[in-house]
């Protein structure tokens, strides 16, 4: 047998990884177009992110923050009651203002999860 034809034909041999190298070039084509569409369904999603409003209520709803999930507050509703105690009106802001970011979060993970199936990507 000479050795020009070794290995052709047989699993492993040359002629076999060819063939499962040019399906190999179609999957990573397939894959790399999918990529693309989810990439720009994200950016989609991202740019819309304005408009989705989220607001968090602290205290009884003694303040209240409105803002889009942009992270851009909108509106910041404090109940005159509370504005006697400054001490308590700190800690009540800073609990909205932390809520509300907690809400954002939860609130755009769960758009872009909808897309990527809870694949971590680098958009």
């Given at each position: 047998?000479?050795?020009?034809?070794?290995?052709?034909?047989?699993?492993?041999?040359?002629?076999?990884?060819?063939?499962?190298?040019?399906?190999?070039?179609?999957?990573?084509?397939?894959?790399?177009?999918?990529a693309?569409?989810?990439?720009?369904?994200?950016?989609?999603?991202?740019?819309?992110?304005?408009?989705?409003?989220?607001?968090?209520?602290?205290?009884?709803?003694?303040?209240?923050?409105?803002?889009?999930?942009?992270?851009?507050?909108?509106?910041?509703?404090?109940?005159?009651?509370?504005?006697?105690?400054?001490?308590?009106?700190?800690?009540?802001?800073?609990?909205?203002?932390n809520?509300?970011?907690?809400?954002v979060?939860e609130?755009?993970?769960?758009?872009?999860?909808?897309?990527?199936?809870?694949?971590?990507?680098?958009?």
């Amino acid at each position: 047998m000479s050795n020009k034809f070794k290995g052709a034909g047989r699993p492993g041999g040359s002629h076999s990884s060819s063939i499962r190298g040019i399906g190999g070039m179609k999957n990573m084509s397939k894959l790399l177009k999918q990529a693309q569409e989810m990439q720009k369904k994200v950016a989609e999603v991202q740019e819309n992110f304005k408009n989705i409003e989220v607001s968090a209520s602290v205290g009884g709803e003694a303040i209240t923050v409105r803002g889009n999930c942009d992270y851009e507050i909108k509106e910041i509703e404090i109940k005159q009651d509370v504005t006697e105690d400054i001490e308590m009106l700190k800690d009540l802001l800073i609990t909205a203002f932390n809520e509300y970011t907690r809400k954002v979060k939860e609130r755009t993970d769960s758009e872009i999860n909808a897309i990527t199936g809870g694949m971590n990507m680098p958009f």
